[in-house]
């Protein structure tokens, strides 16, 4: 079946470094990624997302790459700042939305 | 702008009682609708989704269901609850089928059960 998963279940950064948290799929029919960030206690936010024939999307701050030839996708989160702790997903659309497990970003101050 | 609305934010519930936690979207119209569950330290789980209106697919056969009794409300509920239902409940609204875009999601419902 399908599967999402992450490189490190943690990553610690210093403040204003910047961050890369990666993520590995096994469905290579996917069409559509996407970022999520969730807070303690709150539903996952969208962050950024990439279609399949795309192999880089910018946002403010944040880049998101897909190389599809190793089925591998990260996240680029450019001055990590304390607001960013949290928690990061990636998924995966082909005909459902399948998540990873995620890996918590812990800013060092 | 879309918004959506989840409540209650936590709830106790005793083994055996009825659920019912609500989800409604504003600012949209035909949305598809689907209901997560979220183990600690794990990824979403998808329990149900919706394309309209009394249409409802289940994704894992459970002790829970899923209503949708008008277009931008979505209820989850159970009969008898069990321990094992204890859990972070989120709800996710996405536009209809057939367009790469993402869902989105409340802030969840913790459900305890004792």
């Known amino acids: 079946g399908e599967s999402v998963g992450l490189h490190l279940p943690t990553l610690s950064v210093q403040e204003g470094d910047n961050s890369i948290i990666n993520c590995a799929y096994s469905n290579s029919a996917s069409d559509y990624f996407i970022w999520y960030k969730q807070e303690s206690g709150k539903g996952p936010q969208f962050i950024i997302d990439i279609r399949s024939n795309m192999d880089k999307r910018q946002g403010q701050r944040v880049t998101v790459l897909l190389n599809k030839t190793v089925k591998h996708l990260s996240l680029q989160i450019a001055a990590t700042q304390p607001g960013d702790s949290a928690v990061y997903f990636c998924?995966?659309?082909?005909?459902?939305?399948?998540f990873g497990t995620g890996t918590r970003l812990t800013i060092i101050p | 702008s879309q918004t959506i609305h989840q409540w209650p934010a936590t709830l106790v519930q005793p083994v055996g009682s009825p659920l019912s936690l609500e989800c409604t979207v504003e600012g949209t119209s035909n949305p598809n609708l689907y209901w997560y569950r979220q183990a600690a330290g794990r990824g979403l789980q998808l329990l149900f989704y919706s394309v309209g209106i009394g249409q409802i697919s289940s994704e894992v056969p459970q002790n829970l269901s899923a209503s949708r009794p008008q277009d931008r409300q979505f209820i989850l509920s159970s009969k008898k609850l069990l321990l094992s239902d204890s859990g972070f409940y989120l709800c996710?609204?996405?536009?209809?089928?057939?367009?790469?875009?993402?869902?989105?999601f409340g802030d969840g419902t913790r459900l305890s059960i004792l």
């Open positions: 996710a609204w996405s536009v209809g089928t057939g367009v790469l875009e993402p869902q989105h």
């Open positions: 998924a995966q659309e082909a005909e459902k939305l399948t």
